[in-house]
């Protein structure tokens, strides 16, 4: 089985004996540049490590074999009744109970709407007003207001933009990939702050995902059922999926090979009881699957809310669901695909706000690095075209920390980036006649744009990594016809 080290290093406690001054976080990405520094800055180095600390303790464990015999390994599921959650995560839990409630206080408005109900603005308005108190009842008070603080901002501050920030948007009704990465951050913040207890082999992790993260995205799918939230910077029928991408990363760790230490993690392989990868497109496997697993949790979502066939309206996890090398493959690309699809990308990070914990400064051990396609057209307010931005950072192969599980150093998530779901080695210029290399200055196409790929039985392909056997001719064989966008040409 191949394996590749994974990263030691966790995110960093505040020192508690040393005063620290706390900063109310602020916006700081307008433009294209700012996406460049971004990249290069510590509080990217600590969102990565964070979702990399996260992501191992899901992985499965080897159970220590006892004589002769040896015991299944164990994995861990939602829902698995003989886990014991730190008081802080209950308390967590109990907060985002609470906030579920005040759902009942804002019902939906019945008048007739084109976009999200304005019902929400209601929601999020109560949740403003009470959240303050809330951190105050649910988090212990060393954890909320530190007193080696020497300025009128408290930990508080940071801790309540980040939570409020994580439930969509009460202006645009929206919610989106970047408003989970605010309550990722918020998470992040707690772990910083020492709200947690010390974990021995992710307990600790486990928990915050399981009995956090997962209530979080529950509330959330409330939200957007009760309020009709529009997608928030969704690439549409192209993207992975329209509101969240976190359950994708720890849904497929949890069906990866099971470890015993950090050096066995596997990059491709399943655990032997996971379910096929193609059950995604199963409805009663999802049904089957959802209570248990993150991954079809979330696939759960994608059909309460989408009818129609699910290589329609789900093209790129359709594609993602026929790779052959097992969860841990997945779980590698999902890895890849966050980095590029969410943190590198001007419309999700833009609203993303800094302060003290998550700080809009230079990380030493960031290493100047080339454009690539990803970070190349990035809005610029100095210029009617964007500069190259750098190309998508790893953290954790730097001086000081392990290279990422996914990081190689000539394909995608190392020194060259990450390429998109649907870019392609080629890319046909309409401009030009002939297809053209691929590079930073070139544009990101979309799956339906090349005429050679196959589509999925009869739609378009997206991860780089899926599929890597499909042809046009085994495209035909499909029963479903292709879904032809309205602005797609038949020739590129």
């Not at 040896?70 to 939602?78: C, I, M, V």
């Not at 966050?338 to 706000?353: C, D, G, I, R, T």
Request: hydrophobic letters at 35%; a neutral charge; charged letters at 20%.
């Amino acid at each position: 089985m191949t394996t590749t080290p994974l990263p030691s290093r966790t995110l960093e406690l505040l020192d508690r004996s040393a005063a620290h001054t706390f900063r109310a976080p602020v916006k700081c990405i307008n433009d294209g540049e700012h996406v460049s520094f971004f990249l290069t800055s510590k509080a990217y180095a600590d969102i990565m490590t964070f979702i990399f600390q996260l992501n191992v303790a899901m992985l499965p464990r080897k159970a220590k074999a006892e004589g002769s015999n040896s015991k299944p390994a164990q994995e861990w599921t939602l829902n698995q009744p003989d886990m014991v959650f730190p008081p802080v995560v209950q308390n967590l839990a109990k907060l985002l109970k609470t906030l579920t409630s005040i759902v009942d206080e804002a019902p939906p408005d019945p008048g007739p709407r084109r976009f999200g109900n304005i019902s929400f603005r209601k929601w999020y308005d109560l949740v403003r007003e009470r959240i303050s108190d809330l951190l105050d009842q649910y988090l212990p008070t060393e954890v909320v207001t530190p007193s080696s603080s020497p300025s009128d901002v408290t930990a508080k501050h940071e801790l309540e933009a980040y939570l409020v920030g994580s439930f969509g948007s009460s202006q645009r009704l929206d919610y989106g990939t970047g408003h989970e990465l605010s309550f990722l951050a918020f998470l992040g913040c707690l772990w910083k702050l020492g709200a947690f207890p010390s974990s021995t082999d992710g307990e600790v992790e486990r928990a915050i995902v399981l009995g956090v993260i997962e209530p979080y995205l529950e509330l959330v799918r409330k939200l957007i059922l009760t309020y009709t939230l529009e997608p928030a910077g969704s690439h549409g029928v192209w993207g992975l999926d329209d509101h969240s991408f976190l359950p994708y990363i720890f849904g497929s760790a949890q069906f990866s090979p099971a470890i015993s230490s950090l050096s066995d993690i596997a990059t491709e392989g399943s655990l032997p009881s996971a379910p096929n990868p193609g059950d995604v497109a199963k409805a009663p496997a999802v049904e089957r699957e959802r209570t248990r697993n993150m991954y079809f949790s979330a696939i759960g979502f994608i059909y309460d809310v989408k009818k129609g066939p699910f290589w329609e309206h789900s093209p790129i996890l359709y594609d993602v669901s026929g790779v052959k090398a097992g969860w841990a493959k997945i779980n590698k690309g999902m890895l890849k695909m966050y980095n590029a699809e969410v943190l590198s990308k001007f419309p999700v990070v833009q609203h993303f706000p800094f302060g003290s914990l998550f700080a809009w400064e230079r990380d030493p051990l960031a290493k100047e690095i080339q454009a690539t396609v990803h970070t190349s057209s990035q809005p610029s307010s100095n210029a009617p075209t964007a500069r190259p931005q750098p190309a998508l950072r790893d953290p954790l192969a730097e001086p000081g920390g392990t290279a990422a599980p996914w990081a190689s150093k000539g394909g995608p998530g190392g020194g060259s980036g990450t390429s998109a779901p649907w870019a392609s080695s080629r890319i046909p210029s309409r401009a030009q006649g002939p297809a053209v290399p691929a590079g930073p200055n070139q544009p990101t196409r979309a799956p339906w744009a090349s005429s050679t790929r196959a589509p999925p039985p009869g739609g378009a392909t997206g991860a780089p990594w899926a599929r890597p056997g499909a042809t046009a001719s085994s495209a035909k064989q499909g029963a479903e016809p292709i879904t032809k966008a309205p602005w797609a040409d038949k020739k590129p």
